[in-house]
């Protein structure tokens, strides 16, 4: 039986989620089984909230396999960036 991955998905902004729903059916096609987990973050969220990801975001990140990405707008990144350096501080590296 193959694993069955956990992998968070920040669908981010502008043709962010689009670009991440093709991803997903892409690796569904391949076979890749895989829960998905939504996560929060990007322009859009930031706009909502004041801030670039959920408060959770890390904790969150350290029981998933893995993360899918999607394009931040220019205005969410560099807050994401710098929460990313603080995930490596922490974690180790980010993908």
Known sequence: M?????VGVLKGDGIGPEVVSAA????KALGFEAEYVELYGG????????KALQDDFF????????I????L??????????RQRALKKRAGPVC
């Open 24 to 27: 997903i059916e892409v690796l």
């Open 73 to 82: 707008h220019p205005s969410a990144r560099e807050r994401v960036q710098e």
């Open 2 to 6: 193959a694993r069955r991955y956990k």
């Open 43 to 50: 322009y859009e969220y930031f706009v909502k909230t004041g």
């Open 59 to 66: 904790d969150v990140a350290k029981e998933l396999d893995a």
């Open 68 to 71: 899918l990405k999607a394009p």
